[in-house]
């Protein structure tokens, strides 16, 4: 069973602390082609999410039964029979948004968080922890790619949740900024996702930087204040 | 500004370089101001301030002194380059997000003042060229004659931006001619005719280029520049419109002509001579200034951008360190180039 103290751990790993885009950068490929909006970042987070926690799931089971010295083709093996399995879900049921995001995702298979959270956690821990991992890993790519999306198609078209009528199709993009925003092409380039995505690290970086020297100045200790300058 | 030895102390500062370099401009400015409009004034005021409050707000963030780095001039010298390169009828917005971006992204993200790899107005130029093709290719028609009150509308977008207010520069009609009369037009007949262009190069424009090489004369007199990069820019530039010209007069304009045209002179004496983003041996400046020259003729007749001087200059950038890696000067008394230095 899994106790809370390890699910908070596994939870607060994936959202934050170990966040595969801001704090680990894995996956930069897929992150850099599909964030063009937000759905699709979603929609790439959500396929990942189950290939994760399937995979996940699956080592963890057979994590004993694995020779150690095959293990990677092994591991693959079972990414990509899951892969395979989502691949044909999005063709038949959203066709429209598999043709937008396409090549990526048979390229989960080759997707460096999905092999790294086998490797690294699944193949070391009991099935239910990993799936716990796998999910909370893919919900931390999900938010990252999901905000990353949302800016790049803000600040390059003006609109919010452009392609939803791809995957809910009685619903319409919602025009944000006024009819005549002129659309900073940049932020919808790779160069525009790149700069974002620094920015959101540094974002990241300061928010622990700020959370650490609250942690550092929490315990009153009595010599702190003797401090010089 | 590092350049190997000999060091000599000389009593200036940046300011002091910059405002010269603010001087050495002036006569450019005046000729645009004069022949194309006076709309020019109003975008290096846009641009100035735009660079002031992102300097400012940069500076604040980072707690650096804000008198200090403020009053040293080098951020209304990429703003003055960013008006000088863009259309000078282009939106205000455009103009303050080009130069906030050189400021912020370009410049202080990579540390600031002397730290940047690569030119923060060229930067601009290129982010915007790339994000908004169609307005930064409307330059105001020849024989353009509005009153300031007029310009200043169109730039605050107060007027609406009618097609009489913009065409293409004097380079990219060209090229376009060339393009789409696939040989039946020629270079002689183009200038002899078309409206936009005058003695040398584009009408109006080609005065603007001869300020700017008074101004960058004046430099090199002052010693705030060395001969190397405009002179192998130039001579770069030349020699291969003048080998392409001299095959095909018909097909390709002269060397005069793309002197005169586009930002080369610019380019040549304000832009590729910065001494943060560019080389700093002699042989690394002839190096990056032949390079730079020859990359904006391929990218200004072979590309499809109006002008190549900004993404040229960009490149020789990302190249610079290389060069001057590889262009160390002989250490006295060795034997090999820079091997001294190197384990």
Not at chain 2, 6 to 16: A, E, R
Request: proline share 7%.
């Amino acid at each position: 069973m899994i106790t809370r103290e390890e699910f908070r751990t596994i939870a607060g790993n994936g959202i934050w602390k170990q966040n595969t885009s801001i704090a680990q950068i894995l996956g930069l490929c897929p992150l850099l082609a599909v964030t063009t909006n937000a759905v699709n970042g979603i929609m790439l987070s959500l396929a990942t999410i189950i290939v994760m926690a399937l995979s996940n799931v699956a080592v963890a089971s057979l994590r004993n039964l694995i020779p150690h010295e095959i293990r990677i083709p092994v591991f693959i093996l079972i990414v990509a029979a899951l892969v395979t399995v989502i691949d044909l879900l999005f063709n038949a049921n959203l066709h429209e948004l598999y043709l937008v995001l396409g090549i990526f995702i048979p390229l989960i298979v080759t997707n460096c968080i999905v092999l790294a959270r086998v490797e690294a956690f699944a193949a070391k821990n009991p099935p239910l922890q990993s799936t716990f991992d796998g999910v909370f890993m893919g919900v931390g790519m999900l938010w990252t790619l999901a905000l990353l999306g949302a800016m790049r198609e803000l600040l390059g078209n003006g609109t919010v949740l452009g392609g939803i009528d791809m995957v809910f199709p009685n619903m319409q993009p919602i025009q944000l900024l006024p009819e005549s925003y002129p659309g900073f092409l940049l932020a919808l380039l790779p160069p525009g996702a790149f700069i974002l995505l620094g920015c959101m690290i540094a974002w990241k970086n300061w928010m622990d930087a700020k959370a650490a020297e609250r942690a550092r100045l929490k315990p009153p200790a009595p010599v702190a204040s003797a401090g010089c300058h | 500004m590092f350049a190997p030895a000999p060091f000599l102390l000389k009593d200036t500062s940046v300011s002091q370089v910059m405002t010269q370099v603010c001087i050495a401009l002036v006569p450019g400015i005046a000729a645009y101001a004069w022949l194309v409009g006076p709309a020019i004034l109003v975008q290096l005021v846009i641009a100035s301030l735009a660079a002031l409050i992102a300097e400012t707000a940069m500076l604040h963030i980072q707690k650096k002194p804000l008198a200090m780095f403020l009053s040293d001039g080098s951020a209304i010298v990429t703003a003055w380059l960013i008006a000088l390169t863009f259309p000078p009828l282009a939106p205000w917005w455009l103009v303050a997000t080009g130069t906030v971006f050189a400021i912020v992204v370009a410049k202080h993200l990579y540390g600031g003042l002397g730290q940047n790899p690569f030119n923060p107005a060229m930067v601009a130029f290129a982010i915007c060229i790339v994000s908004f093709p169609a307005l930064m290719s409307q330059w105001p028609s020849v024989g353009l004659q509005l009153p300031l009150v007029d310009q200043l509308n169109v730039i605050l977008g107060l007027a609406p931006r009618v097609d009489a207010l913009s065409g293409a520069t004097p380079l990219d009609a060209m090229k376009t001619a060339l393009k789409l009369g696939e040989g039946s037009q020629d270079v002689a007949a183009l200038l002899a005719n078309q409206d936009i262009y005058g003695n040398f190069a584009g009408r109006g424009w080609e005065w603007v280029a001869f300020g700017y090489l008074i101004g960058g004369l004046w430099m090199w007199q002052r010693k705030l520049i060395t001969w190397h990069v405009p002179l192998a820019f130039i001579a770069s530039l030349v020699a291969i419109s003048g080998a392409l010209w001299l095959l095909n007069p018909a097909q390709f304009a002269s060397p005069l002509f793309h002197l005169l045209s586009g930002g080369a002179m610019l380019g040549a004496f304000f832009i590729a001579t910065d001494p943060v983003s560019g080389c700093t041996t002699p042989r690394g400046k002839l190096i990056f200034g032949a390079g730079a020259g020859l990359l904006a003729y391929i990218i200004r007749v072979f590309g499809g951008y109006p002008d190549g001087v900004a993404f040229a200059v960009l490149l020789m950038n990302l190249c610079a360190p290389v060069i001057d890696l590889l262009t160390q000067p002989k250490i006295f008394g060795m034997k090999d180039a820079g091997k001294g230095d190197r384990p």
